[in-house]
């Protein structure tokens, strides 16, 4: 009969830099993308002048806060799908005897 109380992984764990390459990368990517899609459609300078005028944005500057943007909010979207994939065994363990 197989013992349950051992805790077993589903896989062995990964190194830090892996993980967080594994969610940095392909953020990276799609901010690299959604930024130059994004941009081919809106300038910059329209877009200060809409939101805050009165700060002295230069076109690059506005390019730059977008990409970090970008890659903020795609950065987050890996870092849930990476949290929501974790092996469960790693943190189902069982119970205490009473």
Same mark, same amino acid.
């Given at each position: 009969?197989?013992?349950? %109380?051992?805790?077993?992984?589903?896989?062995?764990? =990964?190194?830090?830099?892996? =993980?967080?390459?594994?969610?940095?990368? +392909?953020?990276?990517?799609?901010?690299?993308?959604c %930024?130059?899609?994004?941009?081919?459609?809106?300038?910059?300078l329209?877009?200060?002048?809409?939101?805050?005028?009165?700060?002295?944005?230069?076109?690059?500057?506005?390019?730059?806060?977008?990409?970090?943007?970008?890659?903020?909010?795609?950065?987050?979207?890996?870092?849930?799908?990476?949290?929501?994939? =974790?092996?469960?065994?790693?943190?189902?363990?069982?119970? +205490?005897?009473?």
């Open positions: 009969m197989p013992d349950y %109380t051992a805790p077993r992984f589903d896989h062995p764990p =990964r190194p830090l830099a892996q =993980r967080l390459g594994a969610i940095l990368w +392909p953020s990276f990517f799609t901010a690299c993308v %930024t130059m899609v994004f941009f081919a459609y809106i300038d910059p329209g877009l200060r002048d809409m939101t805050f005028p009165e700060l002295p944005l230069t076109r690059v500057l506005g390019y730059s806060i977008g990409f970090f943007m970008f890659w903020l909010a795609t950065a987050a979207s890996s870092l849930f799908t990476w949290i929501l994939l =974790r092996p469960s065994s790693r943190f189902n363990r069982p119970l +205490p005897p009473e």
